[in-house]
């Protein structure tokens, strides 16, 4: 059992998004992303199976797909999908998310 306390990982930079890596395992990887208000995370795929999931845990933004369509996203809400799909967060607020991908790439 591991107990992770995230509020260590608040941290924001106006010019680019802080990446922590939380958790690694055979089995799946789990990455902290914050970005400022204003900033994109790019849209980008991977070439292979699995899947990921984006929580947002603070901040509003968008969860971007193909064709960077865009589904309004708040704290609390989770974006989940396949990794080979195209996915992105764009902030309007200063914003943190939890990005979970299985299996680790």
């Known amino acids: 059992m591991k107990k992770i306390d995230l509020n260590t990982t608040r941290e924001f930079n106006p ?61 609390g809400e989770m974006l989940i999908s396949d990794i080979r799909e195209p996915h992105g967060v764009r902030a309007t607020t200063d914003m943190r998310i939890i990005v979970t991908i299985a299996p680790p790439i």
């Open 15 to 75: 010019k680019h998004m802080h990446k922590f890596l939380v958790h690694d395992s055979a089995d799946f990887r789990i990455i902290n992303f914050n970005l400022s208000a204003g900033l994109t995370f790019p849209v980008h795929s991977h070439d292979l199976d699995g899947q990921l999931s984006i929580l947002v845990i603070e901040g509003e933004g968008e969860f971007l797909g193909a064709d960077e369509v865009a589904i309004p996203a708040k704290t």
